[in-house]
Structure formats: C-alpha cells, structure tokens
C-alpha cells in the first residue's frame, strides 16, 4: 500500500456545536507517533465547562433532530458513510500515524466505519413499535423513542471503527451524541466529527470533547444532561463508569474485552489452524478484545502447531504503521510497559518463552510477537486480558478436559 502524504496540524481543538473550538483552560496534551516515540502534534484538554458546553449542545440539536423525518435522518447518516469511503486514504494515514496500526489494518477499519454508517441509515425509518391486542374495546401500542443525549467514550485500539459503531445508530434513532475518544488517539474522532458536519448534520448533533479519563471522562459520564452511556475499555473502568451512572440511573453499555480462546483437536488442519491463530492474536498487535490469547491445543499435536504460529510470528516484518509492515507498535509508551510486565511475570510464573518477548532495540513502543508454552490456567498470563502481542499456550489430554478448564477473571 502507497505511504500516504499527509499534513498534521499542530493543535488540534474540541468539536463542539458543529465548530471548533478551543478548550476552556486553554490545555493541550501531545499525542505521540508510537513508532518513534515522539509527540507530533497536541490535542485539546476539555474541562467541566467544555463537557457543559457539548452537553447542551447536544440538547439543544436534539430537540430538533428527534423529531427529523427518519428518511431524512437516513439520508444524512448514509452521506457520512459515502464521505467516509472518499476520504478513506486520508482517515487510515491519520489512524495509522496516531494508533501505530498497520496502514493496511487501518484501511481496513475505516472500511468497517463506513458499513456501519451505511449499514444503520438503512434503519432508521424502519426503527417500529408494536400494536398490543388485548380486546376489540381498547387499543395498546408501544412507541420506540429515542434517549436523547448519548455520552460515548471509545477506546484507542480501534477509535475510528467504534465511533461509527457507536455514533451511526445513536443518530439514525434520533439521538445527539458527546464522544470522548482516548486521550491517546483522537484524531480520527475529530475528523470524522468534522465529515458527520460536512454530510449536513445539523450542528449539535455531533460532539467532540478530548481529555483524559480524568477529569474529562469523569466529567461526561456524571453530567445530568447525559441520558445514555456507552464506553468500551477496561473493567475497572467500566466498573467506576457504572457507579456514577447509578448516581443519575443513566443506562449504560459496557464493552470491557475478554480472554478469548482458541481450541485446536488433532484432526485440524494445522497449517489453517496455525494462520488463523496467527492473525487472531497478533493482528494490531494484539490490542483486540477478541484476540485469541488462549491457545488450548490437544497434546497429540501441540508442538506441530506451536512450530507453525512461531514460524510466521518469527518472520513477521515489523516497523511503523505507515510502512504497512506485518506487524506495528503498541499505542503508547504506557502500554507497551504493562505488556512486558504480564511477560515478566509468565517467566517468572514458570511459563517457556518460545519466542519473542522483549521490546525491539529501537524507538518506538515496539514489542516482539510472543509466544508462551507450558501455561497453566492458574498463571496471570492465562487468566487476565493482556492486551498484546503474547499468545499464553496451554496443553490438554482429553476431549472433555479442555473446554472446561476454569479460567478466573
């Protein structure tokens, strides 16, 4: 894939109201290339008021949009998906360069974006209640109706995909909506705010407030004005997210990863097997709830199968995003940390380090494709999401014995 050309600005504000905007205390934080480890451009702090200013933003456009004709409403999501497919060159270079990902992958993402916003405006005027019969002298019918403000703060491991994920839905039922993307990747959300302003959105609708989990996220999550969460990431996020929702009794909808396993018999094709298990740990360099983390493979052909994922693991190409290599780094310098640490403590649990586990001798958050044998399931390394480029191997003798193995959260 051609290396894209493409200009960065140096400060990047809120959306807010359909305009940009500038925070409230004036902060900017760097967002860090993660293949060279240097800042690249800075990225606007919102505070409490800027989250009151996007709050009532949204209420304000919402009070119009409910009540939009849901063709129309249709109409104008499916004109961000078209925006979406024409800048798709543009969208992956800016993922690539602010997530590390593989320019391949994250064309591949925004690919994913613009099905969703294709795939929901189709819905929108087909979103029906239900006539309920209970006698000839009555009548009882159910309305679908939208929540109105929908607060969504997304992840940075796939954050153009899931803001079309979240957003697209939100807005073809007649919600307005307040994203707060990672601290760590928020460019993608911020143009993709912009291409939502450009289909013809009305302003307010679409709302972009930056900052970190604290105070920004906190600040979002906890707002009276919010009638509906949704945030993907961590548990012990997820878990104070729902606290303060219980506050306010706001719905909330949690994605918070898993420990996904792969289960391999000895009638498998293994050169298939092995492919495939490659792909699903190793793709974005492991930083996917559902990477296959978990390898339970039957005796009878553990180390056949190990040989194959750690010959494509070993030949994997490995640079920065933009190059499109096989492989790129991790997001940020914090979470290539964590990373080793879970493959410190795998060594230091008695795991085998077959291959890889050490960051590259070069700048940037690159860690080597990973692979442990000899897991037991009581290891860390078996039992939490790691995140990462580390595939945990685990043996098994008996049909019945692999499946159930428990596996503590």
């Avoid at 506050?247 to 097997?273: I, Q, R, S, Y």
């Avoid at 290539?336 to 960051?359: C, M, N, P």
């Avoid at 442990?372 to 860390?380: S, Y």
């Avoid at 078996?382 to 990462?388: L, P």
């Amino acid at each position: 894939m051609t290396r894209p050309t493409i200009a960065f600005e140096q400060r990047y504000d809120l959306h807010i109201g359909g305009e940009r905007t500038g925070p409230s205390g004036g902060d900017y934080s760097p967002t860090y290339d993660p293949a060279s480890g240097e800042p690249f451009a800075e990225v606007a702090v919102g505070t409490d008021d800027d989250v009151d200013r996007a709050v009532a933003a949204a209420r304000a456009a919402f009070e119009s949009w409910r009540d939009t004709d849901p063709g129309e409403r249709g109409r104008l999501v499916h004109r961000v998906g078209e925006l979406v497919a024409e800048r798709a060159a543009e969208l992956a270079a800016i993922e690539s360069k602010d997530q590390g990902k593989p320019l391949s992958q994250a064309r591949s993402d925004v690919d994913g974006a613009r099905r969703y916003f294709e795939y929901f405006a189709g819905a929108a005027d087909k979103l029906e209640g239900r006539s309920v019969p209970i006698g000839p002298q009555q009548v009882d019918f159910t309305v679908r109706e939208p929540y109105g403000v929908s607060a969504q703060i997304t992840p940075w491991n796939f954050p153009g995909n899931l803001f079309a994920r979240g957003v697209a839905p939100a807005l073809v039922a007649g919600n307005a909506v307040v994203v707060k993307p990672a601290p760590q990747t928020s460019l993608t959300t911020l143009r993709l705010a912009e291409l939502c302003s450009e289909a013809g959105l009305p302003d307010g609708v679409v709302n972009v407030v930056t900052g970190p989990g604290d105070p920004t996220g906190e600040a979002l999550v906890s707002h009276p004005g919010v009638d509906t969460i949704t945030f993907t990431g961590s548990v012990p996020t997820g878990r104070r997210i729902m606290k303060r929702a219980a506050e306010t009794v706001t719905p909330v909808t949690l994605e918070l990863g898993g420990k996904n396993p792969a289960l391999v018999f000895p009638d498998a094709d293994l050169d298939t097997a092995a492919d495939a298990i490659a792909a699903g740990i190793f793709t974005n360099a492991g930083q996917v709830c559902s990477a296959v983390d978990r390898l339970l493979v039957h005796e009878a052909v553990h180390d056949e199968l190990v040989d194959r994922v750690v010959g494509i693991a070993e030949g994997y190409e490995i640079g920065p995003g933009w190059d499109d290599p096989d492989l790129g780094p991790l997001a940020s310098r914090e979470h290539r940390d964590r990373v080793l640490e879970y493959v410190a403590d795998g060594q230091a649990e008695g795991a085998t380090l077959h291959t890889g586990g050490s960051a590259l001798d070069r700048p940037g958050y690159f860690v080597e494709p990973t692979v442990f044998t000899g897991v037991q399931n009581d290891m860390r390394i078996a039992r939490e999401e790691i995140f990462g480029p580390v595939l945990s191997v685990i043996a098994f003798g008996d049909e019945a014995e692999a499946p159930t193995r428990p596996i503590m959260g």
